[in-house]
């Protein structure tokens, strides 16, 4: 039979484990909550000199947040003074940095549905780095990050004269490499030819030669953060041809966000048990 110091042990213990449990319940719930703050792209490739959106939008159970309730404050990683700030129906760019002076905005028929996504115009290369958009309302509130990487890139065209299939693109930065294929994916032997502006970007012209008609070539020209594939056939003196690109994803993000959603696994698990 079990003594009564037994009982009041094992009685606190389920105490213990029963409080224990409620409060973990308690702060997952507080930390789930009913709203967050979302990008659809945390790692966006902007084309210098283009303009790029940072995609930023508060995700909340209440159908639209009211206007003057939101505030929205972006903000880059050791820069002084804010990117942007919307504050009381009204953008308050007091205290923005110089480097954003006329050349960002926010879109207030969108805010109202909890969209703070920020236009960047003429991108260059001093606005890579870490943003941070963080919204407060009403609806909820919270926060993201979004990792800006800068490069230029644009399409080639294609020149067919002589059998020498020429691939031209005019603006590529960092340095890309340019590869040609065959339909049978077999590499073949393209010159290529960069030119430098004083900005740095890079132009280029590639060439493959003794290229038979009416044959597929593909032309990939990359670096480090965009791939464009191009697929180019010669038909007599003109060429058929389309490119897509691709977007290399940073590493260390992509490992912070899995790092994010182990921790999430985990704190489930746990709250299952
Ligand atoms: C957010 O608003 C911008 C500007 O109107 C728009 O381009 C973008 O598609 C919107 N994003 C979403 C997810 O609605
Ligand atoms: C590439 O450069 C070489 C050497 O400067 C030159 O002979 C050739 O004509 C150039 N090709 C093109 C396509 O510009
Ligand atoms: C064109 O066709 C000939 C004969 O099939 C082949 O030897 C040559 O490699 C082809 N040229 C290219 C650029 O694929
Ligand atoms: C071309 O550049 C990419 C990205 O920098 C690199 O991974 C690849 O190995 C390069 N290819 C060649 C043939 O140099």
Redesign the pocket.
Known sequence: MASLGQIIFYSMITLIVLFSAVIILILALAFSGSSEVMSSNTTPIANLGEDELLSCILKTDSQEVRLTDVSVTWEKKELTGFVYRYEKGAPQLNDQNSQFKGRTQLFPDALVTGNASLLLRGVSRSDAGEYTCSISSSGGGGKVNIQLRTAAFSAPTFKFSNGILAAEASRWFPK??V?WLNFDADVLSGITNFTQNSAGIFSLVSTLQSVNASETYTCTI???LVIAVSTATAIGPDVSGNTFFTYTAASSLLASTYLSIMTSVLCISYLTL
Do not use: S
Request: neutral net charge; proline residues 17%; hydrophobic residues 0%.
């Open positions: 890309p490499n590869t990359q670096n480090n």
